[in-house]
DNA sequence: TGATTTTTGATTTACGTACATCATTCTTCG
DNA sequence: CGAAGAATGATGTACGTAAATCAAAAATCA
């Protein structure tokens, strides 16, 4: 059987009352007898009940969420994901409060990021913006001892707690060596379609791209970023114009968002007899169908679900001081073709 | 504030110990009776905290998983994942037991579930062979109320609750777009080497592979399909033997185990400047290498930790008799090209 | 109607932990 | 040495559910 408080007590032959302070660093014992009893947890290999303990404690996790109130298909899905999690909140014990904040904006975040630790959460979870100011408030945050989890954007360089998301450089890699070898012996230009470059996801995206095109596929050169700054409209013009002044142009890798646009534009290019061997990311009901019709070749894919719950999970850990299962949390990134969609 | 039993008894107008009978099934409750908790209970919004329940159970979950006992590196990986997760299995109060079985063996296997049943454990796990004395076990353990999840290899046509394991017809198609793209062009001949077609996942991978190559790809026909029973000695010798009496054999697809003596084979033929594109899967210490040095073009996987974890998961929600996030336990196929490697 | 059976209520204990209170013992220092 | 203060023990309650017991009420049958 699995050893209780009260094994403990026995074995260190103290009182239940001091395993409790030993426990939970309540004040009023002598260091001779901390040692005492955590020598006996160790001897006998203790491990709290979390389930009892948090029945006791009649604990919950109020969590709170910080996410840009970006309107595409991918944020949303980040969003109901978030939702879908906390109307099973109500077993896990968890709260989640959804804070919204404009996009690309990161002294704005940066505040959120205060506003949100007034609350004194268990926990928070970000989508984070590469910028001094986000750092510092993620710095206050963790020295309070709230933990920070960054989701689908890191913060490189911050005391952040956790990253749940997809290794951006090895998505721009493989989006790479995938374009080059459907692309096989062929020579033309590849265009490539971000966000912003000031995100640090499209960011490592495009450098993960970069080198492998550079490194194995030399017939094939890369044109300048265009950044569409996730916006449809502004995407399909990109394309469109890119398109049309580049006659060689016979790759594409879109590495935001914005696919409705793109779509657009790679529809337009199709009755004028181009075609494009065209990656993208997120898979949403259009991705899904551009697939489907050939518009797009391959979509590389991030799990909002997924990273939610890994998220919670993480957070959950940090909050109750437990290990977390590094493989279990490492958010991968689907490979999507036309044969093998869900 | 979520609603206890007490809520549930004051909203019936009955007592405690009725509430308690209803939702245990306990006998001595008139029909009528019943209803009006139920009635409560559908009102008020009820649901058990499986926590407070287990705790006052002293519930463990002593859970069976029956593996066979094959030499190769994916079962070794799963056995060590169940292993592992028996050891959190202190926390989350399960109880692993793992039951070896001979390999590709029917009858052996159907036994082995009859004989795990009678411990009554709180589920079972299998490794599942396609075969009608196996089904039978299988609805004899389910009709029982025992939950049954198969692992890897799906059970068709069987009672099994739930299937923990990837869409094998899917990764079958995935491994015959990327093959065939990758050798855009190309004319010639591909081989296959499974491990034997009478197991559930491998013939599923084959005609997924097929299907699409005989769709998409017309210039390449594939060769008759190899069976080297999961042995790297066999494989090896079959897929050195295909090399030679194919010279136009330009592409291959290893959709079973015994990447060791295929990996072998193809280092051989390297020598005598034959290069194949090959699709393998399983990603092992070997498989990694052979990708990074170029003898595998793309390595698809399944990460037993998840699917452990995953059965895990639904043996204990069904043993409780709660929901599943189906989203959550659908095991993706990990395709790893040398660029993303973790 | 009275006896019998079934259904229901009231109450208690337990699970493992958290947390509070009050009493007691041990230290330490003047 | 005695008192103040710190450390520890003893004990009880709580969390939400399970499970058992025994008494009381209601339904059923003869």
Redesign the pocket.
Known sequence: ?????????AE?????????????A?????????V?VEQAIEKLG??????????????TYPFTFILPCNENAFMGELRDAVLQANERGRIERTQITIVDVPAFDAEALAEALIAAGEDNPAGIAVVAIQADPVREAVRKLTERGIPVVTLVSDLEDSTRDHYAGVDNPAAGRTAATLLGRFLSRQEGTVGVLAGSLSVRDHQNRFSGFSEIMAAHFPKLSILPPMEGRDDSALARKLVAEAIDAHPDMIGLYSLGAGNRGLIAALEEARTKGRELVTIAHELSAHSREALETGLFDVVLNQDAGHEVRSAIRVLKAKADGLEVIAAQERIRIDIFIKDNLP
Chains 1, 2 share one sequence.
């Open positions: 059987m699995r050893p209780t408080v009260h094994d403990i007590a260190a032959g103290v009182s239940l009352a001091t395993v409790d302070r030993v426990m939970n309540r004040p009023g014992v002598r260091e001779k007898t901390k005492k203790y491990v709290r009940d979390v389930a009892a303990a948090n029945l006791a404690k009649g604990r």
